[in-house]
């Protein structure tokens, strides 16, 4: 038996106990006549002590032990003389009367701690070194335990979790497919699911009523900063519904993993914003709302007035910082450039100064007078001591400049606080997204969404006016996850697939087995998918998705840890029938 | 609102309840001035009345309903005349007033029963419509219990969930990987996991501790029966263990399962046999003993007695079947032919009966006097009214062939209760096999597998002599699972990967990664992997893991009802570098 105990569990209780530990060497202090080491495993960190005085080989032997070896003690417990209060295993140590090495350790490449001397890529290469750090541990308990609180949820619910294939069919719509040679079937491929959308659909026809999972899915993407070729998703998918039940379940799901995990309750039914009002308030489909500072469109007001910048663009808007009138040139010069950088690329930034003393100041005296300005100001709701930063140019790009802007406001302003969270539903997205290069109409959420069924009618005659009964859950200006209700006849399906430029034979050649479907029965059904790895970021309060992830690849799809991807031997691409393509 | 209540749930004091449901027509029956359906969704069936006099109108709609139409229906609950007691809603009909079609239906390819007209092909081309029967639900219901309940218990003892990448590196050691070309990397390829072994080993060297998972594997091989090419896997690791402790968090998580899933309660150590034990006493690693009728060795008695067949071989063994002695000669001959089958492959089968009255019957009664065949007879510890059965030959087939014959007698003795579990553990296997072929060993479990401690100096004197630290589990004869101690120590891993045949450049290639990992302090640590669909299987009384997969493959790979694997475009082709390769 390699222990008794963990190294979390021991305090005053167990005083004069012999116990047996194992673990790690986390770190180790000689002090004239002792050795302390401190025992560390994934319950905690235990204080063990040798004694030179009574024991002088064993002391010579703890002395010996480098960083991350790994050993077993047998030993008493005693009261400590020095406490440490912050620790659960504080008031105790271990005086060690056997110690045997199980395994030694070479010096790690970067220390373990939560304040690491290793860069990311060292991190990732020993990732298992990494993973000991206390602060990546966390995550990961979190994770688990985030999971086990959302199964308990839908299965509580009566949800049925249910395992979709991970090799199924390549199609064209969507991100690209990662694809898996068939050894059996010369020159075919199976492909990594996006999504279990077509299954889970499948099981709705098939009576299934509520279906959940935690599913990894895959996209071969370009990647982007915090992507991953493989994430998990939070899958369901509902029949006999509408949209109101599937928000009343995941809303349900986020309250009761704020609780469980949070100890936060939130009573009130979640805020909704339709996709126009979250553009035309926040400029942004997935708002920030744990602060206010929404966005005003004074285009009407704006115009006319000969200052050329606006009497030229299509909309002019803005936003209120309270209190702010008396930022410094160099402040406002820091926005002008923040809103100029090349991600964003705005042309420049007018500000109103509305000062304490009820007088204006603005970048645009030259063309508003003072009663101008204050009719700005009343668009906004201003008040003496507030700050009015204005951009105008095309409505949509416009919009998107102004959401950065009011971000980086608020973090200036410090309303942008971690522990809070502030959940909300966007609504009524448009089902279609015209595509300029291709000249054809995307499906924004994808083309299995139903359209609102008083929009159907324009699907023919102004299909980019049609809205989609879809729906996103936006958590602190992160889009964590979103849904929509289905089609579920097959004319409707079939006009849609034609409205997004599939012929008939091509749209029967990918989703031929879900046409078929409908035609059996189909009940009206919808879902909801949540990126998992994106909500237990957020509930950890950290960044990037790479941080929740056990062995997550780099931004060039690598496994730097196992090295991978990597080449086959001949034979194995023998077997696939397939030649690597040196042209290409 | 779709339904105020489900159609397995009005019962008796619902009356008078005004409701709305919602479900697919089972079947319609028109008795004179009434038509009653039954109204099915998936939590059972509720039947809906219609009468022509008082509303002849909606009566009509209903007549032409067909099966698995969708409807909503409102109605009044009211007490049947005629009850059915097998149905929880069987005490209660809806009196219907308002009828809404939600989906028609084509009439489906097979009926909806347990008992369908459908053969396997064609239900597993319209999977969605196999699903609706009751049977399959139940399946997919219990797997959904199965896994809840795998995870409560493992959660409740301290294990995380951790989960492993999809995308990972081949190795070519075990069965074929599939492979997924990498775009971005070109001519690299990810694969997919045969198992999460080397992930789940770098998080017992990250600290973890206790990890498990339900994770889904993939194993490219020739399709034999009953076999998936995705599969679902319990999978466990544990650090600071010996294989005691493993041995009981399984044998716990079995148990729990059998209380929870068929309120059976095993309170006693389940029973352990060693390898050799399991071959000698059934003839096989994965003996049912829900019955005995054991193997018994009479090699030395029945040699030197003057039958040829008998003197020339390894072995000769038997059983002894209870009260069989009055077989009639067609038994008899059945049982012969059964074990010459070519499956099986035996020359012939010896018997001896012991009749009622103390005399013998025998077929080599040439060769065997009265006092010899007694004594063989001792050998069994058989009684008058016992048929022995006798089999000679090489060794290790001729137990092979025993198993076979003995599992046939039981099956034909009734010995075989599907009611009953009798779950085993078998342990001490061999560390390695000898491959006649390829003239190397291969590890019989894995390359991670650690050899028994006493054992290790014969590696490099006897490498098939030593043992392994690992053990299966067995219920029913069917192996659910197995695993083993693993090696934490680098260099005995080098050692290993040699005695393999593997260079140590392809060692480095292949699992660099994580002899790199055993520098840093890697604890002792062993687990298990649990095949989960095959469990669920065996919970569920079918022979086949298909029945328990929502979407399974055929034999051949293929997923029929999508239609895949699949072509897929050229440009698809040449952004990951790949040409068919036709000639192979």
Known sequence: MYRTHTCGELNIKNINTSVTLSGWVQR?????????????????????????????NLCKKARKLGREYVIQVEGMVTERSNKNPKMPTGEIEITVNNLNVLNSSELPPFTIEDETDGGEELRMKYRYLDLRRYCMKESLVLRNMMAQEVRKYFVSNDF?????????????????????PSRMNAGQFYALPQSPQTFKQLLMIAGYDRYFQIVKCFRDEDFRADRQ???TQIDCEMAFVEQEDILSVFEGMVKHLLKEIKGINIEDRFPRLTYREAMEKYGNDKPDIRFGMTLHDMTSIAKGK??????????????????????????IDELTDFIKRPQIGAKGLVYIKYHSDGTFKSSIDK????????SCAEVFNAKPGDLILIIAGEKESTLNTLSELRLEMGRKMDFINPNTYAPLWVLDFPLLEWDEEEKRFFAMHHPFTSPRPEDIELLDTDPGKVHANAYDMVINGVEVGGGSIRIHNQELQQKMFKTLGFTEEEANDQFGFLMNAFRYGAPPHGGIAFGFDRLVALFAG?????????????????DIMIDSPANIPDNL??????????ES
């Open 160 to 180: 049925l979790e249910i395992e979709t294939p991970v090799l199924i069919k390549s199609t064209p719509e969507g991100a690209r497919d990662f694809v898996v």
């Open 573 to 582: 691409l023998k077997e696939l029938s397939l030649k690597i393509n040196r």
């Open 229 to 231: 070729p493989e994430f």
């Open 367 to 374: 063309f508003f007078n003072p009663d101008a300005l204050k």
């Open 306 to 331: 000969g200052f050329n910048v606006f009497d030229s663009v299509e909309y002019i808007g803005g936003i209120c910082a309270d209190g702010c009138s008396e930022y410094s040139r160099k402040q």
């Open 542 to 558: 950290l960044g990037s998705i790479r941080d929740v992830i056990a062995f997550p690849k780099n931004n060039s799809g690598r």
């Open 28 to 56: 180790s202090r000689d002090l004239g006549g002792m050795t302390f080491i401190d025992l560390r495993d994934r319950y905690g960190i235990t204080q063990l002590v040798f004694n030179m005085e009574t024991n002088s």
